[in-house]
């Protein structure tokens, strides 16, 4: 009996063990939501299409591989990012493939000191080519520009793929980049439905080399121009191409110089210089629109230029105008003295008393008859006519004091005051933001270049391993605002 008690115990402690031990094991699986599995830079590649480029997993990189990105810059917030996205790929590469040291995925990234460099861009890839790496990534500044180097890649085995911006060489594995089309309609469809859908706009375009500005520049237009009727496309401005401009400008500025004077050089003509008398020759531009982050802050400069330079203009002429108003005063006062003092007031007043009455109406009644013949006092007598039957609506616009022109002039300057232009644009860094917040920005395309690098890095590797690639990859945007600014959403992908 005491056996057969001791074998039950035994069984029920066993039984107990196990049901907690799968107790204790099922607890430590539950997921309770308190924290998550998801890295915080996951809410940037969530947007990327195909998803197979939103991590790095399956991808069996042979030790030491050498992937090199380049991009068009290393300065700007946008590039910034683009550079975080392919150091992080390359951490969770090496990472999930257990790589340390020696062994390690080796990932770089390079890009000219000054944005939009296409020479540097081109010394860049000459000296990662003579590196040998496995596979190149590039955002091309000029799509032309480096065809020498992609033949000279070819003949020695190193694939390219392209970021940020597309490429038309033949050999290019694969495109990660923001749909640039589709982003641009969203930027020119936003822009005229802020300025009430009639008017003129502005492109500010920064290159008109690369395949990005090619897109969105063309795109802008092709929305304006398919679905706005009453929008006017008044001018696409080139970045690369203003040197024509500043000459000009710096000639007319030059023209009619004293001598001795100092002579304006083109060379110290700013962009902004040249986009604000591209507005003042617009009077009538109602919207600004820049195709990356530095041609929206050059809008926003000239508008500011053309703002000072207009309040300056009004108050000039203000001062004109009230200058002359008092000179015009004081000839009327003086003109009422005269007409008090000449001969005749006497006569007049005899007239009005009744003495000799019918000798001052004899000279009167010639003058009427003489109205339509020729002469001097018949010429004063039709002037006089015409001038008291004038229509009340033209006295009306009329110059009562000799300001009619000058008003009308005034009055249209009014009307398109500078600082009334809708900026809006692509990218947004710390300056676009703090404009953005301001309202002197009124929208933005925030792309996503966090996933634009990682994506990259992604592609590069799928290509050494020969495992197929999409030929575009899009990596999504954003339309933000002040409005949404703040929204915990779109915080996580902003970059600065």
Request: with cysteine.
């Amino acid at each position: 009996m005491r056996r057969k008690f001791m074998k039950t115990a035994a069984l029920a402690l066993a039984a107990a063990l196990m049901v907690g031990a799968c107790a204790k094991e099922t607890e430590q699986n539950t997921f309770t939501g308190d924290t998550s599995e998801e890295p915080d830079y996951q809410v940037s590649l969530n947007p990327i299409m195909p998803s197979a480029y939103r991590d790095v997993q399956g991808l069996k990189l042979e030790k030491g591989t050498y992937i090199s990105i380049i991009g068009k810059s290393e300065a700007t917030a946008f590039w910034k990012a683009v550079r975080s996205g392919v150091m992080q790929a390359a951490e969770d590469l090496n990472r999930e493939l257990g790589y340390s040291g020696n062994d390690k995925i080796k990932v770089t990234y390079n890009g000219p000191a000054k944005s939009e460099d296409i020479d540097e861009q081109v010394n860049i890839l000459d000296e990662e080519l003579s590196r040998y790496p496995d596979v190149i990534g590039i955002a091309s500044i000029d799509e032309e520009a480096c065809t020498v180097q992609f033949d000279l890649a070819t003949e020695n085995g190193i694939p390219i793929i392209a970021l940020d911006s597309g490429n038309q060489y033949p050999g290019i594995q694969c495109t990660v980049k923001t749909d640039n089309q589709e982003a641009a309609r969203t930027g020119a469809y936003k822009l005229a439905d802020e300025i009430g859908g009639e008017g003129d706009v502005m492109v500010l375009v920064h290159d008109s080399k690369s395949e990005t500005a090619k897109e969105r520049a063309k795109s802008f237009q092709n929305e304006i121009a398919e679905n706005y009727p009453d929008v006017r496309t008044a001018e696409v401005v080139y970045c690369d191409q203003l040197d024509d401009l500043k000459k000009q400008m710096a000639e007319e500025q030059n023209e009619g110089l004293e001598e001795g004077g100092r002579k304006v050089e083109k060379e110290s003509v700013t962009d902004a210089d040249a986009v604000q008398y591209l507005i003042e020759q617009h009077p009538g531009l109602k919207g600004i629109f820049g195709t990356n982050d530095s041609t929206t802050m050059l809008g926003l400069e000239a508008i500011q230029q053309a703002e000072q330079a207009w309040e300056e203009g009004q108050k000039e002429e203000k001062d004109q105008r009230e200058d002359t108003d008092q000179k015009e005063d004081g000839r009327t006062q003086e003109q009422t003295g005269e007409d008090a003092r000449e001969p005749g007031g006497e006569m007049k007043e005899a007239a009005r008393s009744g003495d000799g009455a019918g000798e001052d109406q004899e000279p009167a009644q010639d003058s009427q008859a003489g109205g339509n013949e020729p002469g001097e006092n018949g010429e004063k007598e039709v002037s006089r006519e015409d001038s008291e039957n004038e229509d009340p609506a033209d006295e009306a616009s009329g110059d009562k004091d000799g300001r009619s022109d000058r008003e009308s002039s005034v009055s249209a300057k009014e009307n398109t005051d500078p600082a009334e232009i809708v900026l809006m644009g692509f990218d947004v860094g710390r300056e676009q933001l703090k404009a953005l917040e301001e309202g002197e920005i009124s929208g933005l395309v925030v792309q996503n270049p966090f996933g634009i690098g990682y994506a990259s890095v992604v592609a590069a590797a799928r290509t050494v391993l020969q495992s197929g690639n999409e030929a575009q990859v899009s990596t999504g945007y954003l339309w933000v605002t002040q409005d949404n600014m703040n929204d915990a959403s779109i915080q996580k992908m902003l970059y600065q």
